[in-house]
Protein backbone atom coordinates (compact mmCIF):
# COMPACT_ATOMS: atom_id res chain seq x y z
CA UNK A 1 0.00 0.00 0.00
CA UNK A 2 3.06 2.51 -0.55
CA UNK A 3 -0.31 4.48 -2.75
CA UNK A 4 -1.94 4.74 0.80
CA UNK A 5 -0.42 7.58 2.77
CA UNK A 6 -0.57 10.11 -0.44
CA UNK A 7 -3.59 9.39 -1.50
CA UNK A 8 -5.45 9.86 2.00
CA UNK A 9 -3.66 13.26 2.28
CA UNK A 10 -5.44 14.17 -1.82
CA UNK A 11 -8.60 13.04 -0.51
CA UNK A 12 -8.55 14.88 2.06
CA UNK A 13 -7.39 18.07 0.58
CA UNK A 14 -10.09 17.22 -2.09
CA UNK A 15 -12.78 17.51 0.22
CA UNK A 16 -11.84 20.40 2.44
CA UNK A 17 -11.89 22.09 -0.74
CA UNK A 18 -15.39 20.81 -1.66
CA UNK A 19 -16.23 22.17 1.72
CA UNK A 20 -15.50 25.78 0.72
CA UNK A 21 -11.57 26.00 1.59
CA UNK A 22 -9.52 26.66 -0.92
CA UNK A 23 -6.92 26.33 0.87
CA UNK A 24 -3.09 26.36 -1.21
CA UNK A 25 -4.50 25.69 -4.20
CA UNK A 26 -5.43 29.38 -4.71
CA UNK A 27 -2.08 30.63 -3.94
CA UNK A 28 -1.24 30.19 -7.54
CA UNK A 29 -3.47 32.86 -8.74
CA UNK A 30 -2.09 35.70 -6.24
CA UNK A 31 1.44 35.78 -7.37
CA UNK A 32 2.20 38.01 -4.20
CA UNK A 33 3.81 35.49 -1.94
CA UNK A 34 7.97 34.70 -1.63
CA UNK A 35 9.22 31.50 -1.86
CA UNK A 36 9.41 31.24 1.93
CA UNK A 37 5.63 31.79 2.24
CA UNK A 38 4.61 29.42 0.25
CA UNK A 39 6.90 26.43 1.20
CA UNK A 40 5.36 27.54 4.44
CA UNK A 41 1.83 27.20 3.69
CA UNK A 42 2.17 23.66 1.79
CA UNK A 43 4.05 22.37 4.59
CA UNK A 44 3.20 18.25 5.79
CA UNK A 45 0.16 17.56 7.56
CA UNK A 46 1.36 16.52 10.95
CA UNK A 47 -1.34 14.71 12.33
CA UNK A 48 -2.90 11.23 12.02
CA UNK A 49 -5.07 10.85 9.19
CA UNK A 50 -6.51 7.88 10.71
CA UNK A 51 -8.19 10.07 13.46
CA UNK A 52 -10.12 11.42 10.55
CA UNK A 53 -11.06 9.52 7.38
CA UNK A 54 -12.48 5.80 7.81
CA UNK A 55 -10.79 3.43 5.66
CA UNK A 56 -13.52 1.00 3.97
CA UNK A 57 -12.24 -3.22 2.90
CA UNK A 58 -10.12 -2.96 -0.78
CA UNK A 59 -8.50 -6.22 -0.57
CA UNK A 60 -11.15 -7.39 -2.95
CA UNK A 61 -10.00 -4.92 -5.46
CA UNK A 62 -6.11 -6.31 -4.98
CA UNK A 63 -7.21 -9.27 -4.96
CA UNK A 64 -8.45 -9.06 -8.56
CA UNK A 65 -4.99 -8.08 -9.99
CA UNK A 66 -2.31 -10.73 -10.82
CA UNK A 67 1.41 -9.70 -9.13
CA UNK A 68 1.79 -6.79 -11.65
CA UNK A 69 5.55 -8.04 -11.09
CA UNK A 70 4.92 -11.07 -13.81
CA UNK A 71 4.20 -11.08 -17.63
CA UNK A 72 4.45 -14.02 -19.21
CA UNK A 73 5.85 -15.24 -22.86
CA UNK A 74 2.57 -15.25 -24.46
CA UNK A 75 1.70 -12.17 -23.56
CA UNK A 76 4.53 -11.02 -24.81
CA UNK A 77 4.34 -12.51 -28.20
CA UNK A 78 0.28 -10.94 -28.11
CA UNK A 79 2.12 -7.92 -27.74
CA UNK A 80 4.93 -8.01 -30.41
CA UNK A 81 2.27 -9.47 -32.91
CA UNK A 82 0.19 -6.58 -32.37
CA UNK A 83 3.19 -4.46 -33.02
CA UNK A 84 4.14 -6.20 -36.47
CA UNK A 85 0.56 -6.13 -37.41
CA UNK A 86 0.79 -2.46 -36.93
CA UNK A 87 3.74 -2.24 -39.11
CA UNK A 88 2.20 -4.85 -41.77
CA UNK A 89 1.89 -3.89 -45.76
CA UNK A 90 -1.17 -4.80 -47.39
CA UNK A 91 -2.31 -6.16 -51.11
CA UNK A 92 -5.77 -5.60 -52.28
CA UNK A 93 -7.62 -8.93 -51.94
CA UNK A 94 -10.37 -10.05 -54.85
CA UNK A 95 -13.66 -8.60 -54.17
CA UNK A 96 -15.19 -12.12 -54.00
CA UNK A 97 -13.28 -12.93 -50.97
CA UNK A 98 -14.43 -11.81 -47.86
CA UNK A 99 -12.83 -10.00 -44.69
CA UNK A 100 -11.49 -11.96 -42.28
CA UNK A 101 -9.27 -11.53 -39.36
CA UNK A 102 -6.15 -9.13 -39.41
CA UNK A 103 -7.45 -7.35 -43.34
CA UNK A 104 -7.80 -4.28 -43.67
CA UNK A 105 -10.68 -2.72 -44.42
CA UNK A 106 -11.67 0.60 -46.43
CA UNK A 107 -15.51 1.82 -45.27
CA UNK A 108 -17.62 4.81 -45.95
CA UNK A 109 -18.56 5.26 -42.04
CA UNK A 110 -21.68 6.88 -40.72
CA UNK A 111 -22.09 7.26 -36.92
CA UNK A 112 -25.68 7.45 -36.11
CA UNK A 113 -27.84 8.74 -33.18
CA UNK A 114 -31.37 7.90 -33.17
CA UNK A 115 -31.74 7.51 -36.92
CA UNK A 116 -29.32 11.22 -37.36
CA UNK A 117 -26.44 11.29 -39.03
CA UNK A 118 -23.38 12.96 -36.55
CA UNK A 119 -21.10 14.21 -39.50
CA UNK A 120 -18.37 15.70 -36.81
CA UNK A 121 -18.32 11.62 -36.11
CA UNK A 122 -18.94 10.26 -39.39
CA UNK A 123 -15.81 9.45 -41.97
CA UNK A 124 -15.33 8.62 -45.87
CA UNK A 125 -12.53 6.00 -46.37
CA UNK A 126 -12.23 5.14 -42.85
CA UNK A 127 -9.51 2.13 -42.37
CA UNK A 128 -9.50 -0.57 -39.63
CA UNK A 129 -7.58 -3.74 -39.19
CA UNK A 130 -9.87 -6.84 -38.05
CA UNK A 131 -8.74 -7.83 -34.88
CA UNK A 132 -6.22 -4.89 -34.54
CA UNK A 133 -6.53 -3.50 -30.20
CA UNK A 134 -7.39 0.01 -30.63
CA UNK A 135 -8.05 2.33 -27.14
CA UNK A 136 -11.07 3.67 -27.37
CA UNK A 137 -12.78 0.26 -28.61
CA UNK A 138 -14.35 1.53 -31.48
CA UNK A 139 -12.06 -0.66 -34.21
CA UNK A 140 -12.42 -3.43 -32.20
CA UNK A 141 -16.45 -3.45 -32.22
CA UNK A 142 -16.46 -2.57 -36.20
CA UNK A 143 -13.83 -4.93 -36.79
CA UNK A 144 -16.15 -7.81 -35.70
CA UNK A 145 -19.24 -6.55 -37.31
CA UNK A 146 -16.89 -6.69 -40.83
CA UNK A 147 -16.20 -10.22 -40.47
CA UNK A 148 -17.17 -11.90 -43.33
CA UNK A 149 -17.98 -8.97 -45.26
CA UNK A 150 -17.94 -8.25 -49.02
CA UNK A 151 -16.74 -5.03 -50.77
CA UNK A 152 -20.26 -3.50 -51.71
CA UNK A 153 -21.85 -4.47 -48.19
CA UNK A 154 -23.25 -2.62 -45.45
CA UNK A 155 -22.71 -3.92 -41.78
CA UNK A 156 -23.87 -2.10 -38.51
CA UNK A 157 -22.84 -2.02 -35.05
CA UNK A 158 -23.56 -0.75 -31.83
CA UNK A 159 -21.15 1.40 -29.90
CA UNK A 160 -20.96 2.77 -26.77
CA UNK A 161 -18.26 5.93 -26.44
CA UNK A 162 -15.98 5.75 -23.52
CA UNK A 163 -17.56 7.59 -19.82
CA UNK A 164 -13.66 8.72 -19.82
CA UNK A 165 -13.52 10.33 -22.98
CA UNK A 166 -12.96 13.51 -21.70
CA UNK A 167 -14.70 16.63 -23.64
CA UNK A 168 -16.60 14.45 -25.71
CA UNK A 169 -20.08 15.24 -25.72
CA UNK A 170 -21.06 11.43 -26.65
CA UNK A 171 -18.89 10.85 -23.59
CA UNK A 172 -20.79 7.26 -22.05
CA UNK A 173 -23.64 7.44 -24.73
CA UNK A 174 -24.55 4.55 -27.67
CA UNK A 175 -24.54 5.40 -31.14
CA UNK A 176 -24.87 2.73 -34.03
CA UNK A 177 -21.76 2.59 -36.48
CA UNK A 178 -23.04 1.95 -40.32
CA UNK A 179 -20.03 0.96 -42.11
CA UNK A 180 -20.47 0.15 -45.90
CA UNK A 181 -17.24 -1.66 -47.52
CA UNK A 182 -15.25 -0.39 -50.17
CA UNK A 183 -11.87 -2.41 -49.95
CA UNK A 184 -10.73 -5.38 -48.34
CA UNK A 185 -6.69 -6.07 -48.28
CA UNK A 186 -4.73 -8.62 -46.88
CA UNK A 187 -1.76 -8.42 -44.63
CA UNK A 188 1.97 -8.82 -45.67
CA UNK A 189 3.05 -9.35 -41.86
CA UNK A 190 7.04 -8.64 -41.06
CA UNK A 191 8.93 -11.18 -40.03
CA UNK A 192 10.28 -11.13 -36.78
CA UNK A 193 14.34 -10.66 -37.09
CA UNK A 194 16.62 -8.40 -35.98
CA UNK A 195 16.32 -5.59 -39.25
CA UNK A 196 12.68 -5.89 -38.98
CA UNK A 197 12.93 -4.81 -35.25
CA UNK A 198 15.92 -2.35 -35.95
CA UNK A 199 13.48 -1.24 -38.90
CA UNK A 200 10.04 -0.44 -37.16
CA UNK A 201 12.17 1.01 -34.02
CA UNK A 202 13.96 2.85 -35.71
CA UNK A 203 17.36 1.25 -35.01
CA UNK A 204 16.52 2.19 -31.27
CA UNK A 205 16.79 -1.88 -30.74
CA UNK A 206 18.67 -3.84 -32.98
CA UNK A 207 17.94 -7.85 -32.31
CA UNK A 208 14.68 -9.40 -31.04
CA UNK A 209 15.93 -10.13 -27.50
CA UNK A 210 16.38 -6.42 -27.11
CA UNK A 211 12.87 -5.66 -28.74
CA UNK A 212 11.17 -8.31 -26.59
CA UNK A 213 12.69 -7.25 -22.87
CA UNK A 214 11.38 -3.40 -24.06
CA UNK A 215 8.16 -4.92 -24.96
CA UNK A 216 7.67 -6.98 -21.81
CA UNK A 217 9.15 -3.76 -19.25
CA UNK A 218 5.86 -2.03 -21.33
CA UNK A 219 3.90 -4.70 -19.70
CA UNK A 220 4.55 -4.52 -16.89
CA UNK A 221 4.27 -1.06 -16.66
CA UNK A 222 0.91 -1.11 -17.93
CA UNK A 223 0.01 -3.50 -15.11
CA UNK A 224 1.52 -1.48 -12.82
CA UNK A 225 -0.76 1.38 -13.30
CA UNK A 226 -3.51 -0.29 -14.13
CA UNK A 227 -3.33 -1.90 -10.61
CA UNK A 228 -2.49 1.71 -9.41
CA UNK A 229 -5.45 3.62 -10.69
CA UNK A 230 -8.16 0.72 -9.28
CA UNK A 231 -6.58 0.81 -5.60
CA UNK A 232 -7.21 4.54 -5.77
CA UNK A 233 -10.30 4.19 -7.41
CA UNK A 234 -11.30 1.75 -4.33
CA UNK A 235 -9.94 4.06 -1.77
CA UNK A 236 -11.61 6.94 -2.99
CA UNK A 237 -15.27 5.09 -3.03
CA UNK A 238 -14.55 3.30 0.40
CA UNK A 239 -13.58 6.22 2.11
CA UNK A 240 -15.25 8.75 4.20
CA UNK A 241 -14.43 11.36 6.09
CA UNK A 242 -15.45 11.65 10.02
CA UNK A 243 -14.10 15.02 10.61
CA UNK A 244 -11.48 17.52 9.62
CA UNK A 245 -8.56 19.16 11.19
CA UNK A 246 -9.66 21.90 13.07
CA UNK A 247 -6.57 24.07 12.53
CA UNK A 248 -6.26 23.30 8.63
CA UNK A 249 -9.73 23.69 8.19
CA UNK A 250 -9.81 27.28 9.76
CA UNK A 251 -6.94 27.96 7.98
CA UNK A 252 -8.56 26.98 4.54
CA UNK A 253 -11.40 28.68 5.25
CA UNK A 254 -9.61 31.90 6.14
CA UNK A 255 -7.30 31.56 3.08
CA UNK A 256 -10.64 30.89 1.16
CA UNK A 257 -12.32 34.35 2.51
CA UNK A 258 -9.27 36.53 1.55
CA UNK A 259 -8.95 35.51 -1.72
Not at 133 to 153: H, I, R
Amino acid sequence: MRYLKGTLALLLILTCVLLGGASVFMNSSRGTETETDLKEEVAPYDFDLSEYITMGDISAVQAEFDDPAVCTEKEVDAAVFQILLRNADFEEKDPRQKAERYNRVTVDLAVLQNGEVLGEYSQADYELVIGLSTENGLDTVLGEALMGSLPGECRTAEYTFPSQVGGDELSGQSVVLSATVKKIERQLIPELIDATVAEISGDTFTSVQDFRASVRQDILTEKELAKAQAVWLAIKNAASVRRFPQRELEDSIAMFKQN
